[in-house]
């Protein structure tokens, strides 16, 4: 039998990661980035945005492992890191079986740990969920101005379509297309999806854009990040979708 690594210092590049670690290890965790706010009151050295993250800082923490996603973190970034002699281990996520393989990847290879509780809670929440019955086509934005939509390969499209709710540009050739508003509004969607993230649209911030749809508006964690949030997941997506049509 191999013997897990000994990782005793954790660098997380990944707000999703974070909360995974945080949630499993939090000894281990000594840098997050600005963006990782959950758990609520981490308090890890800060090391930049996702999107540039300080190179120097982290590599002064002296981390065993530095977990990133090849979607969330830059190649230059991360290539910037592995010069500087640093372990760097990069998850892919597309869809919701893959969030599951990957987290176990990040926690048991990447920061030795045995595979938490809350994972498989996760993969329970998930098993046999509750769909609409018949399915609704939604369009799903996720920024405007300009208006950028879900599009194919998409984790948050997986899940949506594990709770009856197919995107209508699942099968566009990019995964984060921009569309023109007037596009989204006659493409034939039965329901309009808003997250609050990466856009924060609310009620006042979205839904008046498409005025003859119903709008769910829902958490962006629960739909985006792939970690301990997945346990509740299906019920807060679920139940902000349910009420939409009510």
Known sequence: MTSRRTVRRVVSLVPSLTEAVAATAPELLVGATDWCEHPPGLDVVRIGGTKNPDVRRIAALAPDVVLAN???????DLDALRAAGLDVLVTEVRTLEQGFA??????TEG??????????DARDAWRD????RPEVRAVVPVWRRPWMVLGRDTFAGDLLA??????????????????????LTSCGADLVVLPDEPYRFARDDGP???????AALVS????TWYGPSLVGAPGVLGE??????R
């Open 220 to 223: 962006g964690r629960h739909l």
């Open 70 to 76: 090849e979607e969330e973190n830059r190649a230059p």
């Open 240 to 245: 902000g979708v349910r009420a939409a049509f």
């Open 208 to 214: 008046e854009a498409f005025p003859s749809l119903p």
């Open 129 to 132: 969920v509750p769909a609409l």
């Open 162 to 183: 594990r709770l009856g709710v197919r995107h209508a540009y699942e099968g566009h050739a990019e995964r984060y297309p921009r569309v023109p508003l007037d596009e």
């Open 102 to 107: 990957e987290l176990a990847r990040a926690l």
């Open 111 to 120: 920061c030795g740990l045995p595979s938490p509780g809350w994972l498989a």
